[in-house]
């Protein structure tokens, strides 16, 4: 596609439901990356997958949290158990290998926003 | 590991004053160097980059050089707009880190007429 979509824009749910947020990355991107921001701070990295290899996982606050991606395409981002602590915006980001390396940078998608209730 | 340190913000500047929003960062291989923008209820947009030492990334009015000695990539603008109020964010991505970017907390720059 264009560009970086995710879905839901927006979703509120009850504490204790599990959610899933989902990121469609620009075609042919290799890496994407999951990263909240909690309302007034900055990014806080969750988790990257990069291409075959093995994701790295070390931001995922706790054993609730869990994502998965198919191949280079369609990333999720799973959520158990929701807590109100939960309560941000997901963004979701994508590059290719070309450019990560040349430093182009990422395609943001507009985030997906969790208010937990 | 790597690291990003930005200046807390908020910035209140009024309209045509200059601008400098500082970045410094931590990083154990060559990093390439980013500032983003985020717009009042919007995505984050890529404003500019630097890839090595030296580079000067420049767009819509802002500058920033990629500092080695100094391990800093401030960002400036000479002449500010209402425009411009946002949340700029500055980053590295690390080449020995699997590129995987790292963002500063972010400075919010609130501009008056």
């Not at chain 1, 995922?60 to 198919?70: H, M, N």
């Not at chain 2, 990334?57 to 707009?81: C, I």
């Amino acid at each position: 596609g264009a560009g970086v979509s995710q879905s839901p824009s927006n979703k509120v749910t009850e504490k204790g439901k599990d959610v899933e947020l989902r990121c469609d990355p620009i075609s042919g991107h290799t890496a994407l990356y999951w990263y909240r921001q909690r309302l007034g701070q900055g990014l806080e990295f969750l988790i990257y997958f990069q291409g075959n290899s093995a994701p790295d996982k070390s931001g995922l606050p706790s054993d609730r949290f869990s994502a998965e991606r198919t191949g280079e395409s369609v990333s999720t981002l799973t959520i158990q158990r929701t807590q109100q602590e939960d309560s941000a915006v997901y963004l979701c980001a994508s590059s290719s290998q070309s450019g990560t390396v040349l430093g182009y940078g990422y395609t943001f998608g507009s985030g997906t926003r969790l208010t937990v209730v | 590991g790597n690291s990003v340190t930005q200046m807390e913000g908020p910035v209140t500047l009024s309209e045509e004053a200059f601008l400098t929003i500082n970045c410094t960062y931590t990083a154990t291989g060559y990093p390439s160097l980013f500032w983003y923008v985020q717009y009042p209820g919007e995505g984050l947009q890529l404003l500019l980059k630097a890839t090595k030492a030296d580079d000067k990334g420049s767009n819509k009015g802002f500058e920033a050089t990629y500092r080695k000695e100094t391990t800093s990539f401030h960002l400036e603008k000479g002449s500010v707009q209402v425009s411009d109020s946002a949340v700029y964010f500055c980053a590295l991505s690390d080449n020995n880190a699997g590129n995987m970017l790292t963002f500063g907390g972010g400075t919010r720059l609130m501009v008056k007429p």
